[in-house]
Protein backbone atom coordinates (compact mmCIF):
# COMPACT_ATOMS: atom_id res chain seq x y z
CA UNK A 1 0.00 0.00 0.00
CA UNK A 2 1.56 3.38 -1.18
CA UNK A 3 2.54 6.23 1.34
CA UNK A 4 -0.35 8.83 1.47
CA UNK A 5 0.29 12.03 0.42
CA UNK A 6 0.86 14.42 3.39
CA UNK A 7 0.17 18.24 3.09
CA UNK A 8 -1.51 20.92 4.77
CA UNK A 9 -5.08 20.93 6.20
CA UNK A 10 -5.54 23.93 4.70
CA UNK A 11 -5.14 22.47 1.29
CA UNK A 12 -2.59 26.11 0.51
CA UNK A 13 0.97 25.79 -0.27
CA UNK A 14 2.85 28.34 2.19
CA UNK A 15 5.46 28.76 -0.32
CA UNK A 16 3.25 29.09 -3.44
CA UNK A 17 1.53 31.26 -0.89
CA UNK A 18 4.81 33.39 -0.25
CA UNK A 19 5.38 33.46 -3.94
CA UNK A 20 2.36 35.46 -4.68
CA UNK A 21 2.43 37.51 -2.49
CA UNK A 22 5.92 38.70 -3.77
CA UNK A 23 4.49 38.92 -7.07
CA UNK A 24 1.84 41.39 -5.84
CA UNK A 25 4.05 43.09 -3.81
CA UNK A 26 6.62 44.04 -6.88
CA UNK A 27 3.51 44.67 -9.54
CA UNK A 28 1.84 47.21 -6.48
CA UNK A 29 5.31 48.94 -6.17
CA UNK A 30 5.69 49.18 -10.28
CA UNK A 31 2.34 50.59 -10.06
CA UNK A 32 2.77 53.42 -7.70
CA UNK A 33 6.09 54.59 -9.27
CA UNK A 34 5.63 54.38 -13.07
CA UNK A 35 2.11 55.72 -13.64
CA UNK A 36 0.73 58.99 -13.67
CA UNK A 37 -1.60 59.50 -11.11
CA UNK A 38 -4.63 59.62 -13.68
CA UNK A 39 -3.19 56.35 -15.19
CA UNK A 40 -3.23 54.66 -11.43
CA UNK A 41 -6.97 55.31 -10.83
CA UNK A 42 -8.27 54.22 -14.51
CA UNK A 43 -6.09 51.19 -14.04
CA UNK A 44 -6.80 50.40 -10.19
CA UNK A 45 -9.82 50.85 -10.49
CA UNK A 46 -11.32 49.06 -13.70
CA UNK A 47 -8.86 45.80 -13.68
CA UNK A 48 -8.65 45.32 -10.32
CA UNK A 49 -11.91 46.66 -9.17
CA UNK A 50 -13.98 45.71 -12.10
CA UNK A 51 -15.57 49.58 -11.91
CA UNK A 52 -16.95 50.96 -15.30
CA UNK A 53 -14.94 53.56 -16.94
CA UNK A 54 -18.36 55.39 -16.93
CA UNK A 55 -18.05 55.81 -12.86
CA UNK A 56 -14.08 56.40 -13.14
CA UNK A 57 -14.82 59.63 -15.48
CA UNK A 58 -15.90 61.73 -12.99
CA UNK A 59 -12.74 61.09 -10.57
CA UNK A 60 -10.52 61.88 -13.59
CA UNK A 61 -12.06 64.06 -15.21
CA UNK A 62 -11.80 63.08 -18.90
CA UNK A 63 -13.93 61.37 -21.28
CA UNK A 64 -14.77 57.10 -21.42
CA UNK A 65 -12.47 57.01 -24.21
CA UNK A 66 -9.59 58.81 -22.29
CA UNK A 67 -10.31 56.27 -19.63
CA UNK A 68 -10.10 53.84 -21.65
CA UNK A 69 -6.39 55.15 -23.47
CA UNK A 70 -4.97 55.00 -19.61
CA UNK A 71 -5.94 52.21 -18.05
CA UNK A 72 -4.64 50.39 -21.71
CA UNK A 73 -1.60 52.44 -21.58
CA UNK A 74 -1.27 51.42 -17.70
CA UNK A 75 -1.47 47.89 -18.46
CA UNK A 76 1.38 48.09 -20.68
CA UNK A 77 3.74 50.55 -19.10
CA UNK A 78 3.31 47.43 -15.81
CA UNK A 79 3.74 44.50 -18.30
CA UNK A 80 7.15 45.93 -19.64
CA UNK A 81 8.23 47.02 -16.39
CA UNK A 82 7.60 43.98 -14.27
CA UNK A 83 10.55 41.18 -14.25
CA UNK A 84 10.09 38.00 -15.28
CA UNK A 85 9.69 35.45 -12.36
CA UNK A 86 12.65 33.20 -11.39
CA UNK A 87 11.59 29.79 -12.37
CA UNK A 88 13.63 28.40 -9.44
CA UNK A 89 13.61 30.69 -6.26
CA UNK A 90 15.16 28.23 -4.14
CA UNK A 91 18.08 29.03 -6.22
CA UNK A 92 20.42 31.68 -6.00
CA UNK A 93 22.91 33.41 -8.76
CA UNK A 94 26.77 32.44 -7.66
CA UNK A 95 27.10 35.80 -6.34
CA UNK A 96 24.30 35.98 -4.17
CA UNK A 97 25.07 32.37 -2.28
CA UNK A 98 26.81 32.37 1.22
Known amino acids: MPDPV ?3 ESG ?3 EHEALLADA ?4 LLVVLETLSPAERLAFVLHDMFAVPFEEIVSMIERSPEAARQLASRAR ?3 RGRAPAPDPDPGRAPASRRC
Do not use: E, I
Request: overall charge positive.
Open 6 to 8: VGP
Open 12 to 14: LDP
Open 24 to 27: VGLA
Open 76 to 78: RRV
